[in-house]
């Protein structure tokens, strides 16, 4: 018996031992339901109780494992999360400012207060006279180097607080400023009213709910976003790349991040990831 504790010892502290040398990035799937920090603490508690870690609430304990994300998703939304583990988590930085891709649907004829099918109606337009080439030519405006303003329900933070939080408090709080955003392509997939299909590519900072709504607004009537499903973020795929939460183990993670780390362009350097892109890695590219 004391032999087989011993032994059980022995395999906790080499799970251990291997989860603290664990360095990169990986990708992990986001459910729809759980907001990506909760996500995040599910991985990490599924790590620690793997490597025989008791935390027991503690979390200075916890904090000995070092993990994040790039780029929030909303609750309502799936895909792509990118994890940085270890000395990884330097390298988020540059993951949040690099291309993104979306699948969303929109709602044609309603607007919400969040701009998608979370939120509470606050508009009802009729839209039977768009056609899918109208749509088609409106996507035009939308590509390329453009304006965006970040919508108030967002992770966008003033005063240290996030906007969303002080909208639902029911503080009152002034739009963003429209930014500059970059949209690589853009294409309708599928019409068919109310519903229609987009598939995006941008670049950091970029809200697919605002684009939704900039839409309808375009098209002389309002939409709302219903899903979005991030599909690929940097050289990360949906298909590929991102573990389900069946493939939470520490064996699993070290093989992804061999995998994920060769496709990053030229290893680069920590140091060269931590000063590329300063003024966009200083915005918190929270992506609805």
């Not at 909760?38 to 000995?64: C, D, I, P």
Request: proline fraction near 5%.
């Amino acid at each position: 018996m004391a032999g087989g504790e011993a032994g059980g010892g022995g395999v906790a502290a080499r799970a251990a031992q291997k989860l603290f040398s664990l360095s990169g990035l990986f990708a992990v799937y986001k459910p729809k339901g759980p907001t990506s920090a909760a996500v995040l603490n599910l991985l990490k508690e599924r790590l620690l109780a793997e490597a025989g870690v008791q935390t027991n609430g503690n979390k200075r304990k916890s904090q000995v494992l070092k993990i994040g994300h790039g780029g929030t998703l909303d609750s309502a939304a799936t895909g792509v999360l990118v994890v940085g583990i270890g000395k990884g988590t330097k390298l988020l930085k540059t993951i949040l400012a690099g291309s993104k891709k979306y699948t969303a649907i929109g709602l044609l004829g309603k607007a919400t207060d969040t701009l998608d099918a979370t939120g509470k109606v606050t508009e009802e337009k009729p839209y039977d006279q768009v056609t899918k080439r109208d749509l088609e030519n409106v996507l035009q405006k939308f590509t390329g180097d453009i304006m965006q303003v970040p919508p108030l329900y967002s992770a966008l933070k003033k005063d240290g607080e996030r906007l969303s939080t002080l909208v639902k408090r029911g503080e009152a709080v002034e739009a963003k400023p429209a930014r500059p955003v970059r949209v690589y392509s853009l294409s309708l997939q599928q019409f068919q009213p109310p519903l229609f299909t987009l598939d995006v590519e941008c670049g950091g900072g970029f809200y697919v709910r605002s684009l939704v709504s900039d839409i309808g607004k375009e098209l002389s009537t309002c939409a709302s976003m219903q899903e979005l499903t991030r599909t690929k973020h940097g050289p990360f795929t949906l298909e590929e790349h991102a573990l389900h939460e069946d493939k939470w183990t520490i064996d699993e993670i070290a093989r992804s991040l061999e995998h994920c780390m060769s496709l990053l362009p030229g290893e680069p350097s920590h140091k060269k990831f931590k000063t590329e892109h300063p003024e966009e890695t200083a915005v918190s590219c929270e992506d609805k």
